[in-house]
T-cell receptor, first 115, second 114 residues
Framework: KAGVTQTPRYLIKTRGQQVTLSCSPISGHRSVSWYQQTPGQGLQFLFEYFSETQRNKGNFPGRFSGRQFSNSRSEMNVSTLELGDSALYLC??????????????FGEGSRLTVL | AQKVTQAQTEISVVEKEDVTLDCVYETRDTTYYLFWYKQPPSGELVFLIRRNSFDEQNEISGRYSWNFQKSTSSFNFTITASQVVDSAVYFCAPVYDTGNQFYFGTGTSLTVIP
């Protein structure tokens, strides 16, 4: 069974640009969550999508957005990039996303560097 | 506010030593779930264990064991007879019944020296 796939794995952007990251969940999983990991802030929750609807959102500015498609694939977008957006962005999928059944399966992440 | 603390930032042990990673969480919820994840250098977080707040039984899985003490809000993780392959960053992550969000601790970086 294929795992969670994230593309691209590495990318470099400059300040002010925008970026789109993609995540393909495990087949059959309907919940996709996104996390940002930085050395200073650790792993922080961005948002969670379930059946194409954003169900939960972390404390990030509106420059961070996402969406989920009918096949459960998800994308996240960051506009007007800042140096502080340099991070490893991790996508995780689960069957339903709730705590009792909510074991998360993570991808290897997309490492974004903003220059 | 929901919070989780992993006080140990970095730990180094010699191979075959036992090591315990601490996790303390804060919550007013009566129902919650506790997870441990391992992050090897490749970056992908790997699920280790899930425990719900009503089950305080300790659990052992091979060389891994977990001690859940609700009275002290702790969910500690012990690796027995550590191996070099155990070198990774380990995260404790509670999930509270009021939401779907995982609250990850800052992680403990474990280095096992051969």
């Amino acid at each position: 069974k294929a795992g969670v796939t994230q593309t691209p794995r590495y990318l470099i952007k400059t300040r002010g640009q925008q970026v789109t990251l993609s995540c393909s969940p495990i087949s059959g999983h309907r919940s996709v969550s996104w996390y940002q990991q930085t050395p200073g802030q650790g792993l922080q929750f961005l948002f969670e999508y379930f059946s194409e609807t954003q169900r939960n959102k972390g404390n990030f500015p509106g420059r961070f957005s996402g969406r989920q498609f009918s096949n459960s694939r998800s994308e996240m977008n960051v506009s007007t990039l800042e140096l502080g957006d340099s991070a490893l962005y991790l996508c995780a999928s689960s069957l339903e996303g709730r705590g009792p059944t909510g074991e998360l399966f993570f991808g290897e992440g997309s490492r974004l560097t903003v220059l | 506010a929901q919070k989780v603390t992993q006080a140990q930032t970095e730990i180094s042990v010699v191979e075959k030593e036992d090591v315990t990673l601490d996790c303390v969480y804060e919550t007013r919820d009566t129902t919650y779930y506790l997870f441990w994840y391992k992050q090897p250098p490749s970056g992908e977080l790997v699920f280790l264990i899930r425990r719900n707040s009503f089950d305080e039984q300790n659990e052992i899985s091979g060389r891994y064991s977990w001690n859940f003490q609700k009275s002290t809000s702790s969910f500690n993780f012990t690796i027995t007879a550590s191996q070099v392959v155990d070198s990774a960053v380990y995260f404790c992550a509670p999930v509270y019944d009021t939401g779907n969000q995982f609250y990850f601790g800052t992680g403990t970086s474990l280095t096992v020296i051969p």
